[in-house]
């Protein structure tokens, strides 16, 4: 494993790998500031007038995405343009992790800033961008994850340490949530997820040290330690869909805890023996 990025992100989230560019982006949700990364030319750090909490590709041009103040539509100069509020009643309420379906529909969770209420639902956009609320209840929302065929989703509530599987039909209605998977403290918190080629889940652990990926029957098949306290999000990438790359977060590390960790808050590359799957860009 390699930090293929040392930003230092106080919390960095959202890796998503762009096909079309060959290029990764994530986040800094407590910034402003957008990262992009490629083997040929490193990192660019990208200023924000908004802070993003999520961004996709979108099928038009630009991309697509979600931050402190619903959805938003950001163009090829990376200028955001609000598209609507979901939640905008709820001040204390934000967007956080968000990923498009195996149909192109865009899919994003939100929660309560202070990480105490359990005021976060989960939305789907269509490809007019409307929005529909397809579960609630959550005090940390990450993921989701969409199964190799689109008919399953995963989706997690981490303050509570639980990652949900819904089944999905081919309009994108979610069958009531069942628990897939349980964690304990010592395991640490389950945060941002993937799926590989296998149909394999991967998951990041923030406190845990690792990424795990766990069978479609909730089995754990590998554990990839990882430098620092907190890996907040995995994604496939590169040009063969080979490595996954860690997102990680500095956010609340003690003076001595960093001193530990100089990496902390970088993004993470590993090639963990198995390929990903290419993402689709958002349809709306």
């Given at each position: 494993m390699r930090c293929a990025a040392n930003v230092g992100a106080i919390l960095g989230e959202g890796p998503c790998w762009v096909v079309r560019e060959q290029s990764l982006f994530w986040t800094d949700i407590n910034q402003p500031c957008l990262f992009r990364w490629n083997e040929a030319e490193g990192v660019t750090r990208l200023p924000m007038t908004e802070r993003i909490c999520?961004?996709?590709?979108?099928?038009?041009?630009?991309?697509?995405?979600?931050?402190?103040?619903?959805?938003?539509?950001?163009?090829?100069?990376?200028v955001a343009t609000p598209v609507g509020n979901p939640e905008a009643d709820l001040t204390d309420n934000r967007f956080n992790d968000g990923k498009v379906d195996r149909a192109g529909r865009f899919w994003a969770g939100t929660m309560d800033s202070k990480e105490v209420h359990p005021s976060g639902t989960l939305y789907r956009v269509d490809f007019d961008l409307s929005w529909k609320a397809i579960d609630t209840g959550y005090r940390v929302t990450n993921g989701p994850a969409f199964?190799?065929?689109?008919?399953?989703?995963?989706?997690?509530?981490?303050?509570?340490?639980?990652?949900?599987?819904?089944?999905?039909?081919?309009?994108?209605?979610?069958?009531e949530r069942e628990t897939f998977l349980q964690f304990s403290h010592h395991d640490g918190y389950p945060d941002g997820m993937t799926i590989d080629a296998e149909d394999c889940l991967w998951i990041a652990f923030w406190d845990g040290w690792c990424i795990r990926r766990f069978s479609p029957d909730g089995k754990l098949l590998a554990e990839i330690p990882v430098p620092v306290a907190r890996p907040t999000s995995v994604a496939f990438g590169g040009a063969q869909l080979d490595q996954i790359f860690i997102s990680t977060a500095s956010r609340d590390l003690t003076e001595a805890e960093l001193a530990g960790q100089a990496n902390a808050g970088g993004l993470f590359t590993v090639r963990p023996g198995v390929r990903g799957v290419a993402e689709l860009p958002f349809a709306g």
């Open positions: 999520s961004i996709v590709p979108r099928a038009s041009g630009g991309y697509f995405g979600a931050g402190y103040n619903g959805l938003l539509a950001i163009d090829a100069k990376f199964s190799v065929d689109g008919r399953t989703m995963y989706h997690t509530d981490s303050a509570m340490q639980k990652v949900y599987r819904f089944a999905i039909d081919a309009e994108g209605n979610a069958a």
